[in-house]
């Protein structure tokens, strides 16, 4: 089967390739406007979405779209990426010492038997009280710039990380479990007979 990824994310790449050698890459062009939702797991859903109806727009019609978007929500605030190091600040400054919640929407799209499967994931994240040498330190690296909530837990940003309640993956921006169940249930796709 041919399968697209519709995410530029090395981390989401990186996370296919655990059970699916043989797959496309293409990025979408929607711009994610996070600014009108009913509540964050809708949110993530419609920007999986979105992200996947474009990139599906411009594929063949055997072609299975993956695509997700993940946010971090603290105290009912969306965090996404952040904007500047202040930005940056603000956000570790936010989740230092506290929980919060890490959602990803995931959709997987086919235009053959028109199947569109959408969903979400959450993992509950404990991060440890950060000082302010730390979040210097941190953002000095460059590696909060372009993850939501402003650190990568499969990076530096592990060692900030006191616990955690859930999909470990999905912190990392796919869930694979939830992922691969779909696959498997929709497309037969098994990690028995995928090359």
Known sequence: MNIVLASGSPRRKELLMKFIKDFKIQISDIEEDMT???DVNSLVMKLAFEK????????EDDEIIISADTIVVYNNEVLGKPHSEEDARAMLEK??????????GICIMKKE???????????????KKLDK????????TG?????????????????????????YYNVMGLPLNKLYSYLLKYFDISLLNTK
């Open 36 to 38: 009108t939702y009913n």
């Open 52 to 59: 996947g109806a474009d990139v599906l727009n411009r594929c």
């Open 143 to 167: 590696e909060p710039m372009d993850k939501a909530g402003a650190y990568g837990i499969q990076g530096l940003g592990s060692i900030f990380v006191e616990s955690i309640e859930g999909d």
């Open 95 to 104: 989740l230092s010492n506290n929980y919060h919640e890490v959602i990803t």
């Open 113 to 127: 038997g028109n199947i569109k499967i959408l969903d979400y994931e959450t993992t509950r994240v404990k991060m």
């Open 133 to 140: 040498n730390e979040i210097e330190d941190y953002i000095k």
